[in-house]
Structures are given as structure tokens and as C-alpha cells.
């Protein structure tokens, strides 16, 4: 059974810290995905990588695919409150229905 | 606003009762999904539709009968529901059923009491 473990499963901060993500598994992806929860709302995806070593930047978002594609991480500069929902990760597995395999979820509270 | 509409928000209901769950999406996607999402477990995919027809059924209970009419409506129709099916009931679309990027609704929040 595939999993995607993410780290930590909480986190909380003050306004204007730094923080990283970790999104793991033991499975090569052809591509991952990352998405944010706010409460109350659905999953809004934030940034698909596809390249082993990928980064993307997105404002104060940053994100890296492992090199041999079975990890990510999300880093975050000067976290804000808006920053504040859960994080999730979710990898591909490709072929015709490229089956996406979601991680555990970070919590991520920042606090004004 | 995604795009993709669920009603009702929230539903309460007792184990012998009957349920429907309806999405809608207004964004031409040709695939629709039904997720679930627990306290504690990652999102858990339920069923995909693309084009009307169910390209698949993730060993969900047959208490669950999803209903897809045309591409862009999808119904999760519940009977004798048990308590360990409360959970935040999530309805996704995208453009084909190659997950390559899912739109979600804000969800149905589910109490089976």
C-alpha cells in the first residue's frame, strides 16, 4: 500500500516565522501535487510539480520535488495567518487514470 | 468560489434514514469524484465518473450509490448509514479522469447519529 507521510502533523506559529513541510513516501510519483484546506472549505490546489529536483515559487511559498520523485517539501517565509489551513500532499501514480494518493495532512496554525 | 457546488453543508441523520448528497460543477470537466475525508486519515477517493460512467468504485459499502445524470451533476444517495461513516463527504471535478488537477467543493459535513 502506497503512503504519502507528511511531517509534522501540527504546527503551530507566530506571524513572520519560517517553516517547512515534509511530504514523504517510499513510492517514485510521476508528479505531486500540494493543496490547502481552509476550515469549512474544500482543498484548493496550490502547485503541481513533475521534474525530479523541481522547484517552484509561489510569493512566499516555495516547493521541491525530491530528485528521485518520492518526496516533497513546502516552505513557507514569514508566515502570515492567512497561511493558516491544513496542507496537503498528493502524488500521482500516472498510466490512464494517473491515481492520485493523498498524504496525511499538516495542520499549520499561525498565530497573529 | 471553486466552481464546483455541494449541498446540503451539513446533514445529520439516523441510521435508518435516506439521504442524498448533490454536486455540481460549472467548469465543463468531463470527470467528477467523490471523496472522503476523516479525522486523522488521508482523503479517501469513493468513486470517479468521467463521461457519466463510473470508471471506479474504491470497494466503498453499497450504502453508498452514487448517481451521475450527466457531466455535470453527481449524487451520493445514503441508506442505514452507520456512525463511522460521519465524516466531511467532498465532491471534486477536473478535466479528465487523469487527476490532473481536481477542483473540490466546500463539502458535505456528515453526522450519522
Known amino acids: 500500500t502506497q503512503l504519502l507521510e507528511q511531517s509534522p502533523q501540527f504546527l503551530s506559529i507566530q506571524e513572520g516565522e519560517n517553516l517547512t513541510v515534509y511530504c514523504n513516501s517510499s513510492?517514485?510519483?510521476?508528479?505531486l501535487q500540494w493543496y490547502r484546506q481552509e476550515p469549512g472549505e474544500g482543498p484548493v490546489l496550490l502547485v503541481t510539480v513533475v521534474t525530479g529536483g523541481e522547484v517552484k515559487k509561489l510569493k512566499r511559498l516555495t516547493f521541491q520535488f525530491g530528485d528521485a520523485r518520492k518526496d516533497s517539501s513546502l516552505h513557507i517565509t514569514a508566515a502570515q495567518p492567512g497561511d493558516t489551513g491544513l496542507y496537503l500532499c498528493a502524488g500521482a501514480r500516472g498510466g490512464a487514470t494517473n491515481k492520485l494518493i493523498f498524504g496525511t495532512g499538516t495542520l499549520l496554525a499561525v498565530q497573529p | 468560489e471553486t466552481g464546483v457546488t455541494q449541498t446540503p453543508r451539513h446533514l445529520v441523520m439516523g441510521m435508518t434514514n435516506k439521504k442524498s448528497l448533490k454536486c455540481e460543477q460549472h467548469?465543463?470537466?468531463?470527470?467528477m469524484y467523490w471523496y472522503k475525508q476523516s479525522a486523522k486519515k488521508p482523503l479517501e477517493l469513493m468513486f470517479v465518473?468521467?463521461?457519466?460512467?463510473?470508471?471506479e468504485n474504491n470497494s466503498v459499502p453499497s450504502r453508498f450509490s452514487p448517481e451521475c445524470p450527466n457531466s455535470s451533476h453527481l449524487f451520493l444517495h445514503l441508506h442505514t448509514l452507520q456512525p463511522e461513516d460521519s465524516a466531511l463527504y467532498l465532491c471534486a471535478s477536473s478535466w479528465t479522469s487523469a487527476n490532473e488537477k481536481l477542483f473540490f467543493g466546500s463539502g458535505t459535513q456528515l453526522s450519522v447519529l
Open positions: 513510492s517514485v510519483f510521476s508528479s
Open positions: 467548469l465543463g470537466h468531463n470527470a
Open positions: 465518473y468521467s463521461l457519466e460512467e463510473r470508471v
